[in-house]
């Protein structure tokens, strides 16, 4: 606090300070610039089966390319977390094909495919799915979207798990589309896992047909807004993070000595990514004499 004599008049200035948790980490990151290297983190992807990388993308030609991802101790250590990418599904592919698959084998995995060939847990078949599982397709725990999945357009997508309310979520160019209650699986719970690609499935399914220019995994599970900025910024810049130590309101007050009048400006907001929310809190106070 400041204080700053004025004959009669002190004026007083308020600064507040909230601490409150860092923002919403990227752990690992691959642009595709110019090959499968991790900006983010030290896991480095290998091009694989013919994968290429023309410059901002990985080519995936549907038959044998791949890409696949030393992430093992990553997956072990997750429990709340988002996976991200912008991907163009070229050809309406039998189903089946993946967007990723991280796992150690068909019974321990959790995938994204553009198209799921079972109604299961529904709404419809032929559409994208997420699904996690620690005991084969028997055991999964899906989330599913009700429309199908674009075709020769990029598109963004985004799961998140919120393993501390047991929630997961699945979103399409900005928007949610699917909300699984009871997801009680998290990815620590598939350990180390070995078998971590984009773009096959441990399966005799489909290779996937198409590009991937941007996926990225998160330590924590990203909020609605925080997905529709993403999506907004496009696969070239992250969300900005701001400091563990926010500033959370500033205030600007007034007291005449003397008076039993107290008061305060409205200079008072609390801010998250560049968006101002203004306090509810009274111009004026009125305090003992």
């Not at 995936?60 to 988002?82: C, F, K, M, Q, W």
């Amino acid at each position: 606090m400041k204080a700053f004599a004025i004959g009669l008049v002190t004026l007083i200035l308020v600064f507040g300070l909230t601490a409150r948790p860092g923002a919403a980490q990227v752990v690992h990151r691959w642009s595709f610039d110019v090959d499968a290297r991790d900006s983010v983190g030290t896991a480095d992807g290998t091009l694989l089966g013919g994968a290429v990388v023309p410059g901002g993308r990985v080519e995936l030609d549907g038959i044998g390319a791949y890409v696949e991802l030393p992430i093992g101790g990553t997956i072990a250590g997750l429990t709340n977390a988002t996976f991200e990418t912008w991907v163009t599904w070229d050809i309406f592919q039998d189903p089946w094909s993946r967007v990723f698959d991280f796992g150690s084998s068909t019974t321990v995995n959790m995938f994204l495919t553009p198209r799921n060939g079972r109604l299961d847990e529904g709404p419809a078949t032929d559409t994208l799915r997420f699904a996690i599982t620690g005991t084969g397709v028997g055991g999964e725990q899906q989330i599913n979207s009700p429309n199908q999945f674009p075709v020769g357009a990029e598109t963004h997508v985004a799961v998140t798990i919120d393993a501390d309310n047991d929630i997961g979520r699945l979103y399409v160019n900005g928007n949610l589309v699917a909300t699984r209650l009871a997801l009680t699986l998290s990815p620590a719970d598939l350990g180390n896992t070995t078998n971590n690609w984009l773009g096959r499935s441990p399966y005799a399914d489909p290779y996937f047909d198409g590009s991937i220019s941007e996926f990225r995994i998160y330590e924590t599970a990203l909020s609605g807004d925080d997905i529709a900025t993403s999506f907004q910024l496009g696969p070239d810049q992250l969300v900005p993070e701001p400091s563990a130590v926010a500033l959370a309101s500033v205030g600007l007050w007034f007291v005449v000595v003397g008076s039993r009048r107290y008061r305060r400006s409205p200079l008072n907001r609390s801010s998250r990514y560049g968006e101002s929310v203004r306090q509810k809190v009274p111009d004026t106070f009125f305090v003992p004499s």
